[in-house]
C-alpha cells in the first residue's frame, strides 16, 4: 500500500475552513485516498474518500491533485467539535486493511 | 443510521485468563474487521473476515487471538490467555464490501485492561 506523509498538528480558528494536506506520492491507479478522524479515544470516524475526482459530502470536501500524488481534506467552516486526529490512508483495491498512520492533531481554537 | 456496537465498553482481566470481545456489525455488511491501538499508539490491523474466514491478519494476530461469527449478528475477538501488553484499546468495523470503494465504519470500542 502506498504511504501517506502529514504534517503532525495543525490549528485552525473557529468557522474558518480547516485545510489539511496529504500526500501519497507511490498511488497506483487503483488505489483509493481515504479520510478518517479519531476524537480522543473513540472509535475511527469516516469522512470522505475518493479515487481520482474531487468528492464532497455533508462532512468535508476532498481535493485530489490530478497526478493523484496528493490530497487536501477540507472542512469547510471548522467547529471545536472538529478537533480530533485526522488521517490520510490510501487503500488498495484488492486489499482488506486500512493501514492508519500518525495523521495529523487538528485542534480547532474559539 | 446505523453503527457497530461493541460490548463491553471496558474490560479488566487478570493476566493469563481468557477475554472475549463482542461487536455487532451494521446488519447488512459482509465484511468484519478488528484493530486496536495501545494507548498514545496507532490504530493497528489485527485480522479481516469475510463469508465465515479469516481473509487477511497481520503479524499482531497470533495463536493466541482468533475470532468468530457464532450466529447472524455478533463477531467476536478472542484473546486466549492474555498478557499486559494486550492492554489496550479494540476497535471493531464492519464494510458492505470489500475495502476500496467501501469505507469501514468503526464502533466505539472496548478498552482492554489486562492486570
Known amino acids: 500500500d502506498a504511504k501517506t506523509t502529514q504534517p503532525p498538528s495543525m490549528d485552525c480558528a473557529e468557522g474558518r475552513a480547516a485545510n489539511l494536506p496529504c500526500n501519497h506520492s507511490?498511488?497506483?491507479?487503483?488505489?483509493?485516498v481515504y479520510w478518517y478522524r479519531q476524537i480522543h479515544s473513540q472509535g475511527p470516524q469516516y469522512i470522505i474518500h475518493?479515487?481520482?475526482n474531487n468528492e464532497t459530502n455533508e462532512m468535508a470536501s476532498l481535493i485530489i491533485t490530478e497526478d493523484r500524488k496528493s490530497s487536501t481534506l477540507i472542512l469547510p467552516h471548522a467547529t471545536l467539535r472538529d478537533t480530533a486526529v485526522y488521517y490520510c490512508i490510501v487503500s488498495s483495491h484488492s486489499g482488506y486493511a486500512l493501514n492508519f498512520g500518525k495523521g495529523t492533531s487538528l485542534l480547532v481554537t474559539p | 443510521e446505523p453503527e457497530v456496537t461493541q460490548t463491553p465498553s471496558h474490560q479488566v482481566t487478570q493476566m493469563g485468563q481468557e477475554v472475549i470481545l463482542r461487536c455487532v456489525p451494521i446488519?447488512?455488511?459482509?465484511?468484519f474487521y478488528w484493530y486496536r491501538q495501545i494507548l498514545g499508539q496507532k490504530v493497528e490491523f489485527l485480522v479481516s473476515f469475510y463469508n465465515n474466514e479469516i481473509s487477511e491478519k497481520s503479524e499482531i494476530f497470533d495463536d493466541q487471538f482468533s475470532v468468530e461469527r457464532p450466529d447472524g449478528s455478533n463477531f467476536t475477538l478472542k484473546i486466549r490467555s492474555t498478557k499486559l501488553e494486550d492492554s489496550a484499546m479494540y476497535f471493531c468495523?464492519?464494510?458492505?464490501?470489500?475495502?476500496?470503494?467501501?469505507?469501514?465504519?468503526f464502533g466505539n470500542g472496548t478498552r482492554l485492561t489486562v492486570t
Open positions: 468495523a464492519s464494510s458492505p464490501d470489500r475495502m476500496g470503494n467501501s469505507p469501514l465504519h
Open positions: 507511490t498511488t497506483s491507479g487503483n488505489e483509493y
Open positions: 446488519s447488512n455488511h459482509l465484511y
Open positions: 475518493g479515487l481520482k
